[in-house]
């Protein structure tokens, strides 16, 4: 992946989203880039990605680098991409369990 590689020439378009989780209570975030152009969506033209604990996607797969993201990249070369935070991170909703903790850190 280089600069070169990049289609800027290609408009796109970025939509958030917050989707229930399987826990009450829990939503995740969810941010999808596509060409702004795409109306027709395949499996082969698909990907979902998630990142591991500790990261969100916004410092992983969103974050802006010579003027553009992975997730830039690959809906510039006609991926319709869906990247996920895991529940506690980035813009999904913390579960009781990890404010407990961070509270006790913060109070010892």
């Known amino acids: 992946m280089t600069t070169n590689d990049f289609r800027h020439d290609i408009p796109i378009l970025t939509e958030d989203h917050r989707i229930p989780s399987d826990t009450s209570g829990i939503e995740l975030y969810v941010r999808n880039k596509r060409p702004a152009s795409m109306n027709t969506f395949t499996n082969e033209k698909t990907i979902v ?60």
Not at 61 to 76: H, N
């Open 49 to 108: 990605m998630v990142h591991g604990a500790t990261y969100p996607i916004g410092s992983l797969y969103d974050v802006e680098l010579d003027g553009f993201t992975f997730l830039d990249y690959l809906a510039s070369h006609g991926y319709d991409v869906y990247a996920v935070d895991v529940r506690g991170y980035g813009g999904s909703t913390r579960p009781p369990e990890m404010e407990q903790s961070e509270a006790r850190r913060n109070a010892g």
